[in-house]
């Protein structure tokens, strides 16, 4: 019988599930099984879930038996040596996965080895990662895989009985997905969603480099198994597969000019209204672009999303077979999205790349990703390369659309949008009463995205061929489906009800009165405005941005495991830290958004103050949160706090020193161009990084997060003196002068020095006031203090809480 790819992507999917019932029977004998290894268990599991996949359209004797036999080093135990051409893609597969394996190890029992964090593993500016564990199993029943699981901790109690509820949880699913009518394509997407809730927190290996998960070596082996046996067409001989030459193609897929695209919004100030709902909107668009454009050139080659190994922040990578078909796909894609692209005003470029390597070059991939950036650098150089004539880039002068400048509008009337815009303002609607994307070839419910392969919508039902799932839900369904939370937060009027504990109707009383509303229908669910976010400020009304990307994140993929005569850098560690980055960025910062409280012990909040956020963290909006950075706007006062919190959670997320987080903040009026503040943002970003890194530009000045921590104690101890008039807000004003005087300028040190004596004699009011203000305040005449050298944004940012407009 001739297997086609997903037969043995399952193969590869399961070929070490038996480490999981290993581990939780560990040194108990069971009737059931010829021996006690992984691969008797693996085989074992298939056969009790035979009616599963027999109704998928499989084979459980020959799925057990391919799955199974994938070592051919077991020379002792010939029965698991593969022989057929399945089980040696198999088992080829399942070496190409695992080359951070090494002989020998550190011993112990398996059973208690936790999985080590990737970022372990990595050394930066001569530091690397602290040693620490995952927990599978924790705190309110917690089991697997969901918001505020991975971090790692010291002494981490594994064993028997932690594997023991990782099963039944499995199992639990496996008994859910058996009540549904499952193709292959959906059953073995639904194993992976289960796998990754129950596997994605354990080691694949306890013996040697316990720093990947048993999830992400099941899903990479899966991709090659499925690759490898689409090149040899179906039906290769053993000799053929064993015969290594450059099988596989390598591909990048990347969206040039997002942030352009993103903030290119015109209408801030031209009434067109609902820039709030149009700007998510929008950024949901390219996220959903680039996924798109992965998930149908894998269509078209009857690949699944487990060969996008790495991917986020608009680029992907992609594990393909090295055909013809292959090649022709992404000529043809690339065409097919570069004319759209262009149609929509060539504000994005799609640009894809790809390199041919051997199987053997999985051992050096970082080199094949090396060599595979250098294709893409070249293709960018040429963009819309299917072009062959000015012309075809030309089309009629319209009058263009009052949104987003671009496109045409639908009508030539001052206001009018194109047909874009109108759309994003609809989906933009939607996005608070949605929490799955859904993938159709035709048919999809509107409004939705018309993509070039799919069209895509925030709905799944009938005709959907695959489904992202907004948060970390691991439900199996009858349609392929995987966890992606893309859809973001938008803070609405039930957030701002619960920030100033008031009803609806004294909300919308309050509202209407202060000239905020732009529409006045929507309730409870309906978006709030840049100008209420603006408005439901601590003191001055101002809306705050904050833009932050992780620091030496390309530094960490391109050289971060490399060590004196051994690249760390295999396939399934980065695709580990790949998926993990990406699990801080688009689940763990929106939890901490919508659900503040479950980080309270993390972060050492005590009830009043894990209340008071709770409150307020739910009114920051997630314009972009992915890949490696963020771009959020909220209550100027809201999102620093909130920057300080995140910032101490990606540090014990990382448990790295290197690893750190730079960005810039912006205080802006609520109707400010979005380009502009966009502006605002990358440059106070970039002048974080130039300072050094690991810092924070707001109010002129780039601070590290330590020191910024200190500066909270400052202002508040400022907000408290100025309430009680123990300083006056003309002797703040006369401190910040001193400072732009003698420390804004290019001055010599002696020169800056003359600040001293002139403060001193200002401060004599404080004294006058109150004798133990005075000595706090005495304080800034420490010159290398953090007080005195970041005093304009501890100042400012005390000024503007106390400010009443």
Not at 16 to 41: F, I, M, N, S
Not at 788 to 803: D, I, M, N, S, T
């Amino acid at each position: 019988m001739v297997r086609d790819g997903l037969d043995l992507a399952l193969a590869g999917l399961l070929h070490d599930v038996g480490k999981l019932y290993g581990r939780a029977l560990w040194g108990e004998r069971d009737e059931r099984l010829p021996d006690r290894t992984h691969t008797a268990y693996t085989a074992h599991f298939v056969q009790k879930e035979a009616e599963l996949f027999r109704k998928a359209g499989l084979d459980p004797g020959w799925l057990a038996q391919t799955a199974s036999r994938h070592h051919e080093g077991w020379r002792d135990r010939p029965q698991y040596q593969p022989q057929s051409p399945e089980e040696w893609c198999v088992a080829l597969a399942d070496t190409y996965a695992s080359q951070e394996r090494e002989e020998g190890g550190q011993g112990g029992s398996p059973p208690e080895v936790p999985l080590k964090p990737p970022f372990s593993q990595l050394r930066l500016q001569g530091k690397e990662g602290r040693d620490g564990g995952y927990l599978p199993v924790g705190e309110g029943g917690r089991v697997g895989l969901a918001p505020g699981a991975l971090y790692p901790e010291a002494g981490v109690p594994m064993g028997k009985a932690t594997y023991g509820r990782l099963v039944e949880r499995l199992e639990a699913r496996l008994s859910e997905m058996a009540r549904l009518s499952l193709t292959k394509e959906a059953l073995l997407l639904n194993l992976a969603l289960a796998f990754q809730e129950a596997l994605s927190l354990v080691p694949a290996d306890t013996q040697s480099e316990p720093d990947v998960s048993l999830y992400d070596h099941l899903r990479l082996t899966a991709a090659i198994a499925h690759a490898l046996w689409l090149y040899h067409g179906g039906q290769p001989s053993v000799e053929e597969l064993r015969r290594d030459g450059k099988k596989f193609l390598l591909v990048v897929g990347d969206l040039g000019g997002i942030q352009g695209h993103i903030y290119r919004i015109s209408g801030a100030e031209t009434g067109v209204g609902g820039i709030a709902k149009r700007l998510r909107a929008r950024s949901l668009e390219v996220s959903l672009a680039a996924e798109t454009m992965a998930l149908g050139i894998l269509r078209s080659l009857g690949l699944t999303p487990l060969n996008r190994i790495l991917g986020a922040g608009g680029k992907f990578y992609l594990l393909l077979p090295n055909t013809e078909e292959a090649r022709e796909a992404l000529e043809e894609a690339q065409e097919a999205w570069g004319r759209w692209a262009l149609r929509r005003g060539g504000s994005l470029v799609p640009n894809l790349a790809h390199l041919a390597f051997e199987g053997k070059e999985f051992r050096d991939f970082a080199g094949v990703l090396k060599a595979l950036h250098q294709e893409l650098a070249q293709a960018k150089l040429k963009p819309f390369p299917f072009l062959k004539k000015t012309e075809e880039t030309q089309g009629e002068a319209l009058r263009p659309c009052a949104a987003c400048g671009l496109r045409p509008a639908l009508k030539d009337e001052p206001g009018s949008l194109c047909p874009d815009c109108e759309r994003e303002r609809e989906v933009g609607g939607l996005l608070p009463k949605r929490d799955r994307v859904g993938f159709f070839p035709d048919g999809a419910p509107r409004p939705f995205f018309a993509f070039p392969s799919l069209k895509v919508a925030l709905e799944d039902g009938p005709g959907a061929v695959h489904v992202f799932r907004a948060e970390l839900d691991f439900r199996p369904s009858a349609a392929p489906a995987e966890a992606k939370p893309l859809l973001g937060h938008l803070p609405r009027v039930a957030h701002a009800l619960k920030a100033k504990r008031v009803s609806l109707a004294d909300y919308t009383a309050w509202a209407r009165g202060e000239g905020l509303l732009e529409e006045e229908e929507g309730g409870e669910d309906r978006v709030l405005t840049f100008g209420e976010l603006a408005a439901l400020s601590q003191g001055a009304p101002y809306l705050g941005a904050l833009m932050l990307d992780a620091d030496r994140m390309g530094e960490a993929f391109a050289t971060g495991f490399q060590r004196e005569g051994r690249d760390l850098a295999t396939p399934s560690r980065l695709a580990a830290l790949s998926r993990t980055l990406e699990v801080f960025f688009a689940t763990e910062v929106l939890e901490l958004i919508r659900n503040p409280a479950l980080y309270a012990g993390r972060l050492g909040w005590d009830a009043l103050e894990a209340r008071r956020k709770g409150e307020r963290y739910p009114l920051i909006y997630s314009v972009y949160s992915g890949g490696d950075d963020l771009f959020l706007l909220g209550p100027w006062d809201v999102l620093l706090d909130f920057a300080l919190d995140l910032e101490r959670l990606y540090a014990l997320f990382t448990g790295h020193e290197a690893l750190t987080l730079s960005g810039g903040f912006v205080l802006a009026g609520p109707s400010l161009p979005i380009p502009e503040l966009s502006r605002l943002l990358t440059r106070a970003e970039k002048a974080a990084k130039e300072a050094g890194r690991g810092r924070l530009f707001l109010f002129g000045q780039a601070v590290p997060w330590a020191d910024l921590r200190k500066l909270r104690q400052e202002v508040e101890a400022l907000r408290s003196d100025l309430r009680a008039e123990r300083v006056s807000r003309a002797q703040v004003y006369r401190w910040l002068a001193l400072w732009r005087r003698f420390w804004g300028q290019d001055m010599n040190e002696g020169e800056r020095m003359r600040y001293k004596p002139l403060l001193a004699y200002a401060l004599r009011r404080v004294r006058e006031r109150d004798e133990g203000a005075w000595e706090r305040y005495m304080g800034l005449l420490d010159h290398q203090g953090p007080a005195w050298r970041y005093l304009p944004v501890w100042v400012q940012w005390g000024l503007y809480l106390e400010r009443r407009v």
